[in-house]
């Protein structure tokens, strides 16, 4: 049985909280948190759960094996980096770390101690997502040509990181399981309306080596929420509309064929469209943070290194990094 303490009991910690205490082989032993309201619902809703308002108390604890820290990100380095000497596994929210040489240490403290340390990427264990992957895997799209995604909504603003920090670790994590290889460069443009130094709007742009591109509109500013993800390829290409109830993903036959087509016959390009059947696969209906959290109690327990692990969460900080980097400098290329 992994016993696990969670740190936080904000937003994402009441979640977090329910799976971890609803799957076999796991129990939540304590929760942490500084406002005594978010106290009073964990003893309200778990009475065999003990609560503080000291994170040391967990960390120190001879009887606790893994942490769970549902913090701001400004504060995963320290908590986790205490928990991984103090030989914890840890479970830890998006993005990982505040800067990439936080999350080099406590990759390394991690293989020195054997422990695992899990990047809490959801997204990666929705029945969408790994529904795309298989389509990937299967070679249903072909080559990928584009990876495009909008996610944007009106607020909740933050207010210690911008909104590239905020909501772009979701997509760029997707992007990095779904597609397998790592970007080369990255760009990104992005503005505050509110005269302090937290952009509210940004669109990042990755390169990747050969023909790949990926592009990302992410807002804090838009009049409605949408959370839509295109993916080409030369064979099919990929819709995937994540708020509506079915649905979910619309594979369509359509685009051009244009294989061995030279520059002098580009003006007979009309000719090489196509335009086939759409359809809709089944995505399996399932909550993905209990998927990932069974999956987190399996890597522990097998030694298992997980999809989404330290190093994964890494590579989305170094693309965070260069993003933000590129913004502040008006938009040029930044190689990674």
């Given at each position: 049985m992994l016993t696990i303490g969670v740190i936080g009991y904000g937003y994402w910690g009441p979640k977090v909280v329910r799976n971890f205490s609803s799957i076999p082989g796991a129990s939540v032993a304590t929760v942490c948190d500084v406002e005594?309201?978010?106290?009073?619902?964990?003893?309200?809703?778990?009475?065999?759960?003990?609560?503080?308002?000291?994170?040391?108390?967990?960390?120190n604890s001879t009887e606790i094996d893994a942490v769970a820290v549902v913090t701001p990100?400004?504060?995963?380095?320290?908590?986790?980096?205490?928990?991984?000497?103090?030989?914890?596994?840890?479970?830890?929210?998006k993005p990982f770390t505040a800067s990439s040489?936080?999350?080099?240490?406590?990759?390394?403290?991690?293989?020195?101690?054997?422990?695992?340390?899990?990047?809490?990427?959801?997204?990666?264990?929705?029945?969408?997502?790994?529904?795309?992957?298989?389509?990937?895997?299967?070679?249903v799209l072909g080559e990928l040509y584009y990876f495009d995604s909008i996610r944007i909504n009106l607020g909740l603003f933050q207010k210690d990181v911008n909104v590239i920090w905020d909501l772009a670790p979701h997509d760029l994590s997707i992007m990095n399981y779904l597609i397998g290889k790592k970007p080369v460069a990255v760009a990104a443009t992005g503005i505050s309306h509110f005269n302090d130094d937290i952009e509210n709007v940004a669109y990042i742009t990755l390169y990747f080596s050969g023909n790949l591109i990926a592009h990302f509109n992410i807002s804090w500013l838009s009049p409605v929420k949408i959370r839509t993800t295109l993916i080409g390829g030369d064979k099919k290409m990929v819709v995937w509309?994540?708020?509506?109830?079915?649905?979910?993903?619309?594979?369509?036959?359509?685009?051009?064929?244009?294989?061995?087509?030279?520059?002098?016959?580009?003006?007979?390009?009309?000719?090489?469209?196509?335009?086939?059947?759409?359809?809709?696969?089944?995505?399996?209906?399932?909550?993905?943070?209990?998927?990932?959290?069974?999956?987190?109690?399996?890597?522990?327990?097998?030694?298992?290194?997980?999809?989404?692990?330290?190093?994964?969460?890494?590579?989305?900080?170094?693309?965070?990094?260069?993003?933000?980097?590129?913004?502040?400098?008006?938009?040029?290329?930044?190689?990674?």
């Open positions: 005594q309201a978010a106290l009073y619902q964990v003893r309200k809703n778990y009475t065999g759960v003990s609560v503080t308002r000291d994170c040391d108390e967990i960390l990100v400004s504060t995963h380095y320290d908590i986790a980096k205490k928990a991984l000497l103090n030989g914890k596994h840890v479970f830890i929210e040489e936080q999350g080099e240490e406590l990759i390394e403290i991690a293989e020195k101690k054997n422990l695992t340390i899990m990047v809490d990427h959801t997204f990666l264990f929705t029945g969408a997502v790994r529904k795309i992957k298989q389509l990937i895997e299967e070679d509309n994540d708020l509506v109830a079915d649905e979910k993903i619309r594979v369509y036959d359509r685009g051009i064929d244009g294989h061995g087509i030279t520059r002098e016959k580009m003006h007979n390009i009309r000719k090489n469209y196509r335009t086939g059947d759409m359809w809709c696969p089944r995505v399996d209906d399932m909550e993905a943070l209990k998927c990932e959290a069974e999956y987190f109690v399996e890597c522990v327990d097998k030694g298992k290194k997980p999809i989404n692990d330290g190093a994964a969460g890494l590579e989305v900080v170094t693309m965070l990094e260069a993003a933000v980097k590129s913004l502040k400098m008006g938009g040029p290329v930044i190689y990674l």
